[in-house]
């Protein structure tokens, strides 16, 4: 499967340009161990993602935006503690990336379906959304966006805005993201090394078997660590510190019927990807 999705990728990207991105990765796998503080109720867990970026080229500058993805949340169980199901997702964000005739603004929607619980695809698991944003490209290599997110969880619709940058401060120094997802800093210091800081704020509901749903919040913050032992061969060690964690429980839309600080702590990251560099 890996193979068949490479190869795919090679065709993809060899008509495909994205002008002011840092990368594209074709397949990445990412692991997180985080540890449990020690004034925290809640135990030690881990998070699984597998994804890939596959961007298509159209007609006059257009992409059409292809992510699918996978992860698992798993909750190591504990003498005296509260016990957690293991939940899991499955994503596949379609989208459009379009200019603006010929101004300096672009116009990106991406609709998002996924299915979040204990089982995949089991009754009323499916969740609906998308993300729209403008992007303002203010000078060469110096893009700006603002937006809205939207999806309807378990426990009602989450609505919120979203601000990005795209930014190519000298040769070895960038800035990209979209946050509250994802926002980071990268430094090149040779063909083989790049490192730098990331903020993450991973937040989504997953319903259990027992008819109720779990929301998970997460707000990380880390340095990594990205390493090529071979050309488009990147390795990344990540290490960082989650806050404001919060474990919500509920049933449907009626308020939630738990909820606990998650427990302030550190976690490792180890990811691996396929990946070509733009």
């Not at 090149?188 to 090394?193: F, I, P, Y």
């Amino acid at each position: 499967m890996i193979r068949i999705l490479i190869i795919l990728a090679f065709f993809i990207l060899s008509k495909t340009n994205l002008y002011s991105q840092p990368f594209v990765d074709p397949v990445q796998l990412r692991y997180m161990d985080a540890y449990r503080n020690n004034n925290s109720e809640i135990p030690s867990f881990s998070h699984l993602w597998v994804g890939s970026d596959l961007p298509i080229r159209l007609k006059n500058n257009t992409y059409l935006l292809i992510s699918p993805f996978y992860e698992q949340w798993q909750f190591e169980s504990a003498n005296n503690l509260e016990s957690y199901p293991t939940v899991q997702s499955i994503c596949l964000p379609i989208g459009l990336m379009t200019p603006l005739k010929e101004s300096k603004w672009s116009l990106s929607i991406i609709p998002l379906i996924r299915s979040n619980g204990e089982e995949l695809f089991s009754n009323n698991t499916f969740q609906y959304g998308g993300v729209f944003f403008t992007t303002f490209e203010k000078k060469q290599n110096q893009k700006f966006r603002f937006g809205i997110y939207a999806n309807k969880e378990f426990f009602g619709w989450f609505i919120i805005p979203v601000l990005g940058a795209d930014w190519r401060l000298d040769e070895k120094n960038y800035i990209y993201g979209l946050l509250p997802g994802r926002l980071t800093y990268e430094h090149k210091w040779s063909t083989k090394l790049y490192g730098g800081a990331t903020f993450r704020a991973p937040m989504n509901s997953y319903l259990l078997s027992n008819g109720n749903y779990i929301r998970l919040d997460d707000n990380q913050i880390s340095l990594y660590l990205d390493y090529y032992p071979v050309k488009k061969l990147c390795v990344t060690f990540e290490p960082g510190y989650g806050v404001f964690r919060k474990i919500r429980t509920g049933i449907d839309t009626h308020g939630y019927t738990s909820e606990l600080d998650w427990g302030d702590g550190p976690f490792i990251k180890l990811s691996a990807a396929y990946r070509i560099r733009l």
